[in-house]
């Protein structure tokens, strides 16, 4: 089931135009319709059906000695009503027109009635629901005119064999073959139909009642005895109390001792052993007996193990012959299903076989008109089995130990042990043992077998070769220790050399990094001192000159006083 999302065509979900609306709102926009949608594939699977028979629904041609090769059979179908033979396709017009089908009252249908089946046959008011009968015949015919007959299927109707048609055709068409397998217990010889073991038993059953019918009168005449009366001693009720038999009753007679009671004589100590010889020869027909069955008290006594066996080997022949009769029918059922899905198989299926998965096509698959039938019964308890596939197991491995491995092999051992693993119940031996012809995806198998045994002086010489060879790689090995040691202790050497290097090296790096800022402070200390050296004789020098200013400035001074008092004495005297 899945699960989808869906939208509506274009038309549908496309925004519609936007509307004006009074008052300038714009319409609303449309939004596209989803659905929510819900897959569901339905797949229908076709399969081969097997259906039995009745045998008074099948006919085939008196000289017929085969179903095979027979020119002609039918069948008819009574068990389909009128709605699924229409739903089948065929006409509805012509199904409709059929007669019910009221063939209850056949005597073979009788006996297999057990709650009154065939009274309550009624079509009532739901038409639809009444059973039809409709026959498939298969003939072989020159249907086309070409001088060369072929095997065609036609389907009729009714008490008068109207064709019927199908799809609106005649059903009319041509088969590979007849699909029908017929098997016998008891054949006769030449013929088609055989004996079944009704037939063979059905005497003898009836000997059977007889016999014990007749032991049953016998003692019925023991319990109930008859009685002898003279006229002239019975009364006019002795008759009626006569008739009248209970316990404890009176008769009344005109004399005592007038009845006279009658002795049967007993016949059982003849029936018994009649009985018991009609019983040997049921199981000599049928080879079905009360040993084989376990069900003989008398069986074990005074008997030896081996005396049973046989006896119930024997017991089992006539079974197994039965068992292998009925086994043709069933091979001729297998061949047909294997052509029928052959034919009508249409796609890979994967299955499960052998507790594996593998694809099988039945596209691919060749044409077999030749099967086996092996028939699994009568071989015996399954303590007969195992002793005997153990008996088998003990030859197997005398074989290998007298060293004839080309007899006796991983397959056959193998093969032996599945089948001791069958016998003890366990359908899977795989879950035991390995499958030595087991092949993985590659191609190559999965268990591979072991190498073979080598010669012993061949492997003690190369016990010795390989252990002078591990002797001189444990030297070469102790020779290769030591030298990576010395390769170590050198490598060790001089990393710690390069280490050592390295550490000065970066030290010598530090110590110039360290020495080039000293020397570029220094430098910048020197000129920051020669700088204030230079300020300081610029200053001093500029001191220097002021000093010099103001003692040149003191000297004028006392130049132009000394002036001064040298000029004032000559004007006072002047005057």
Known sequence: MIDAMAAQPAALSAPAPAAAIPGGLPAPIALPMVHDVTIVTTRKLAHAKVLGVPPEEFGIERDARGIKDCNYCFHEIVTKTEAQLIAEGYDEDQIKALSPYTGKTDIETMERDTVEEHTGAGDGLNTASRLVRITEHYIRVDFEGTGRPCLYQIMTGGDQGEIL????????????????????????????????????????????????????????????????????????????????????????VKQ??????????????????????????????????????????????????????????????????????????????????????????????????????????????????????????????KAQQFAQTMAIANVQKELIAGGKVNLVGDAELYNTAAELTKIMGHKNPDRFFKDPTEKGPDGQLVNPPPPPPQDPKLVEAQAKAQLEIQQMQGRMQIERIQAEAD????????????????????????????????????????????GMKMEHDERRHQHEA?????????????????????DQPQTNGGE
């Open 487 to 530: 390769i170590a202790v050198q490598n060790r050497k001089a990393e710690s050399e390069m280490a050592i290097a390295q550490m000065r090296a970066r030290l010598d790096a530090q110590l110039a990094l360290l020495q080039y800022g000293l020397d570029e402070k220094s430098h910048a200390w020197k000129m920051v001192i020669d």
């Open 256 to 381: 005592v001792g007038a009845l006279n009671w009658q002795t049967a004589p007993n016949v059982s100590a003849s029936i018994f052993p009649m009985l018991q010889y009609l019983d040997g020869e049921r199981e000599a027909r049928t080879g079905v007996s009360n040993q084989s069955q376990g069900i003989d008290a008398n069986a074990l006594q005074n008997q030896s193990a081996t005396a049973v066996a046989q006896v119930f080997s024997a017991s089992q022949m006539r079974v197994k012959l039965i068992a292998r009769l009925m086994a043709e029918g069933v091979r001729d059922i297998f061949s047909l299903l294997h052509g029928t899905i052959r034919k009508h198989g249409q796609q890979v299926q994967t299955v499960r076989l052998r507790n594996k998965w593998i694809d099988v096509n039945p596209r691919n698959w060749k044409t077999r008109d030749d099967l086996t039938i092996n028939v699994g019964l009568g071989t015996g308890s």
């Open 546 to 566: 002021e000093r010099s200013a103001i003692d040149m400035l003191g000297r004028a001074m006392d130049h132009e006083a000394r002036q001064n008092q040298q």
């Open 165 to 252: 048609r199908k799809d609106g055709k005649d059903c009319i068409e041509p088969f590979d073959a007849i699909p029908f397998a017929a098997t016998t217990p008891v054949p006769i010889p030449h013929r088609f139909v055989g004996r079944s073991i009704a037939d063979i038993v059905m005497p003898i059953q009836r000997e059977k009642t007889a016999m014990k019918r007749g032991a049953l009168d016998n003692l019925y005449l023991h319990n109930n005895p008859r009685v002898e009366v003279g006229e002239d001693k019975a009364g006019p009720s002795t008759i009626n109390d006569l008739l009248v038999s209970r316990i404890g009753g009176v008769v009344r």
